[in-house]
């Protein structure tokens, strides 16, 4: 399974960007899908995850203004992140569970600046 992590970039505080990231290769039977995230010196934590069957969960530091979907015949999940704040600047990834390996994608930058 390949991961392809899009749409990050440069966005003002208060901004909203979307991110995707889309599943190739053998995404049959693909499971949970999340978004994390690492800082500049920090350890990489957990946005916001999603089951197959749409449950979802969220970081405290995130929750009401992030959005995470996912289209199962796309193998694709979003990150819908509203009200951008400069902490949360970080490199995005996005994980996909298939059994109880996880698969991770490239990571795609996003930084939150005046």
């Known amino acids: 399974v390949q991961l392809q992590a899009s749409g990050g970039g440069l966005v003002q505080p208060g901004g909203s960007l979307t991110l995707s990231c889309a599943a190739s290769g053998s995404p049959f039977s693909i499971g949970a899908m999340g978004w994390y995230r690492q800082a500049p010196g920090e350890q990489r934590e957990l946005v916001a995850g999603i089951t197959r069957y749409y449950t979802t969960n969220y970081a405290g530091s995130v929750k009401g203004r992030f959005t995470i979907s996912r289209d199962n015949a796309k193998n694709t999940v979003y990150l819908q992140m509203n009200s951008l704040e400069p902490e949360d600047t970080a490199v995005y990834y996005c994980?996909?569970?298939?059994?109880?390996?996880?698969?991770w994608g490239q990571g795609t930058l996003v930084t939150v600046s005046s």
């Open positions: 994980n996909a569970y298939k059994g109880d390996y996880a698969y």
